[in-house]
């Protein structure tokens, strides 16, 4: 079994203690938006939010320049941006985000999960795009600013979140190719049901050959829109083939799977372990990955973060060693993977045990129905 893990750095970064909401929210004062939607406009939204679809009354902004560093801290009335054509974004693609949830529990209090990892993880991605990094604080102060100004976005009942999108763009107007000399920071946010209409049914995967999201050395482990546009065209004509979302494989040998469009995949074996492609440097470290490792290990499950070739995958579906797969992430949650075919293959699967299980486990916690023994979840209000 091997129950033994050494943390991360971005899991060891995350458990940095955070001050209060209370403490926080005030580096980011409010402007409130003197026309806010309508109480009709915002119960249609409610009674059926889909995913990413409509946005909220305010949003929460800062911006970074070479000779002040991060400043202008507030929430402001949710607008479209003013943006020089010339702005380095547009044409470097010198941009990164995060995604994060607000969680209404059934008190009526709104709390965040692990805001520390995606403080640490936005850090990550900056890095790796040469992009200045973000007070943990500030981060956390952001959204808790933003969250406590829109709170009446934030639905209740299972499966409703406010998804939170804070994202870092390079806005200098400068053409040359090089680091831009000011950033901008913003918050947004979303209500949000399942990311998946299959939901607890399951979806379906198509393992993709010849498209590649990220090789060594690239941006595979930053939270990127480039990585994201990679992923559109196989995407596109998967979704054309009648399949929800695709999974890569590695990029030299096109055997081993590394992640799916825009999340995390795991296997469970039917001996009850549970596998997930390693973090080799061309994956996303996910939020929900590493909740889900750290509670499978504590629950005493073998938990092995391996190498995971798709033909002992199909091999292992078609002699029964493996029981289930699921796709993970913070907009997918736990989500089950029903269809998993390629170029020479295609099986399916049932929504099993473990996959449930591992889905209670984490949205319990989230939605404040189980204990928090890790201090994950953070109370905005
Ligand atoms: C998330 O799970 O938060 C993501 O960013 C995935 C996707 C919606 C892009």
Known sequence: MSLDHTPTELETLSELPLPAADELVERF???????????????EVMSNPGFGKAFTDHMAHMVWTLEEGWHGREVLPFANLSLSPAASVLHYGQEVFEGIKAYRHEDGSVWTFRPGYNAARINHSSWRLAMPAIDHEDFVASLAAYVRADERWVPSGEGASLYLRPFVVATEPFLGVRSAHRFDYYVIGSPSGPYFKG??????????????????????????????????????????????????????????????????????????????????GTILQGGTRSAICRLMRDRGVDVREERIAVDDLVAGVESGAVAEVFACGTAAVVTPIARLAGQDFDVRLPVGDRTLEILHAVTDIQMGRAEDPYGWTYRIL
Do not use: W
Request: aromatic residues 8%.
């Open 29 to 43: 004062p409010l402007t409130p938006n003197p026309a806010p939607a309508s109480d009709a406009v915002h119960e």
């Open 199 to 280: 939901g607890p049914k399951g979806v379906s995967i198509e393992v993709v050959r010849g498209f590649h999201r990220a090789g060594p050395g690239g941006t595979g482990s930053a939270k990127c829109g480039g990585n994201y546009a990679a992923s559109l065209l196989p995407q596109m004509e998967a979704c054309e083939r009648g399949f929800d979302q695709v999974c890569f494989l590695d990029t030299y040998e096109e055997k081993y799977l590394e992640e799916l469009g825009g999340m995390n995949v795991f296997v469970v074996m039917s001996d009850g372990s549970v596998r997930t492609p390693q973090l080799s």
